[in-house]
């Protein structure tokens, strides 16, 4: 069993910087960010394979966030830098437990079998 939890969210004006983490106990293979916008589907915006060093990001937001992991994996982080208002919403850590998945399915929420509760970030012009 995973169990997740995130904080970090808030407020911030556009151009600024936020760092979402999400406090991890059990064992990952493959973890991302989602995030939900009102009244938009949840969309994946980072993900890591926790077993080693490969990480993947939405055109969005490429070049803008990192995902990262510790050491211990137990803790996974989302450096948000130069936000823009598009990137409020409610932010989600998932976990997967157990495959590699190809590419094209890797941003789907429906490979990943945990979630965070979410933390609200919103971004104001």
């Known amino acids: 069993q995973v169990q997740l939890v995130e904080s970090g969210g808030g407020s911030v004006q556009a151009g600024g910087s936020l760092s979402l983490s999400c406090a991890v106990s059990?064992?990952?293979?493959?973890m991302g960010w989602f995030r939900q916008a009102a009244g938009k589907e949840r969309e994946g915006v980072a993900v890591?394979?926790?077993?080693?060093?490969?990480?993947y990001y939405a055109d969005s937001v490429k070049g803008r966030f990192t995902i990262s992991q510790d050491n211990a994996k137990t803790t996974l982080y989302l450096e948000m830098d130069s936000l823009k208002p598009e990137d409020t919403a409610m932010y989600y850590c998932?976990?997967?437990?157990?495959?590699?998945?190809?590419?094209?399915?890797?941003?789907?929420?429906?490979?990943?079998?945990?979630w965070g509760q979410g933390t609200q970030v919103t971004v104001s012009s």
């Open positions: 998932a976990a997967a437990t157990d495959r590699w998945v190809p590419l094209t399915r890797l941003f789907l929420d429906n490979e990943y079998k945990y």
């Open positions: 059990g064992y990952t293979y493959r």
């Open positions: 890591i394979y926790t077993r080693g060093v490969n990480t």
